[in-house]
């Protein structure tokens, strides 16, 4: 079992930055891939960004491409997610998540569905 526990949400301006982070309760993440995903209100919840514990990278939706970036410590079993210019519509609850299996499957999966531990949470909010 997993807990994933996220912090650092927030309300910034349009524009500016802030970093949101994820820590994990684990002896190991070996095999694993840790995702980013938000949901907005009336809206389903989406896929932002991956960092893989396998080596295979990281991967980012195409809305978040170049603004944001995820990283890693190993050490800590923590991963970030920097967000950079943001913009109203990236006002979302972002969670954590943690596929087991990616490691298996050999690539970084993009579906909420293959993801078995999420954390609770951590609201963004974007004024214009």
């Known amino acids: 079992q997993v807990q994933l526990v996220e912090s650092g949400g927030g309300l910034v301006q349009a524009g500016n930055s802030l970093r949101v982070s994820c820590a994990a309760s684990?002896?190991?993440?070996?095999?694993?891939?840790m995702a980013w995903f938000r949901q907005a209100p009336g809206k389903v919840r989406e896929f932002v960004g991956a960092?893989?514990?396998?080596?295979?990278?990281?991967y980012y939706a195409d809305s978040v491409k170049g603004r944001f970036t995820i990283s890693g410590d190993n050490a800590k079993n923590t991963i970030y997610l920097q967000m950079n210019n943001l913009k109203p519509e990236d006002t979302a609850v972002y969670y954590c998540?943690?596929?087991?299996?990616?490691?298996?499957?050999?690539?970084?999966?993009?579906?909420?569905?293959?993801?078995?531990?999420w954390g609770r949470g951590t609201q963004v909010t974007v004024s214009s």
């Open positions: 960092i893989s514990w396998s080596g295979f990278g990281t």
């Open positions: 998540a943690a596929d087991s299996k990616s490691g298996s499957y050999g690539y970084i999966r993009l579906r909420s569905y293959e993801y078995d531990f």
């Open positions: 684990a002896r190991t993440l070996g095999g694993y891939a």
